[in-house]
């Protein structure tokens, strides 16, 4: 059920996508319509202190997720979608920022985890994968990003 049906009349508004990437240019972040940001930051767990990586799932529509820091192969990727956790795409995005994707049939069919750097979902004690993904790429330019 939709938030605007559960109250008649309301109406989301979002800024316009032209605005939002005006901004991302000017600042060089990666502002989302939400106004989050979806670059993925190294971050402990909470919980049990463990290593992970935590950023938005996407640009729309996105959920804050925690993913455990090591790449996965094919064999890595089939055991954590059958022990209930998603996957993830780790981009490296031209400013050297990291960004987690959610990966879906599309993403594992087409571009399995041994051909791009692929995570898991972080589940406590319980890490998969063994090659941790390379750190980002700091910027180069000494221009101002704004």
Known sequence: MALHDLRPGLRMTTPDRAVVEAINQRTGLA??????TDTARRQPCPQ????????????????????????LTRSDEV??????????????????RLQLRTRDHRHITHNPADTTPVVAE?????????????PPTPRTSDECPY
Do not use: E, V
Request: some cysteine; aromatic content about 2%; hydrophobic content about 30%.
């Open 122 to 134: 972080h589940q406590c004690g319980q890490p998969l994968g063994t090659t941790p993904p390379p």
């Open 31 to 36: 502002i989302t319509r939400a106004g989050g």
């Open 48 to 71: 049990c202190g463990a290593p992970t990586l935590i950023g938005l799932d996407d640009t729309f529509a996105a959920i804050t997720t925690r993913a455990d820091p090591r790449l």
């Open 79 to 96: 055991t954590a979608l059958l022990n209930g956790r998603r996957t993830l795409h780790l981009r490296a995005t031209g400013s050297g």
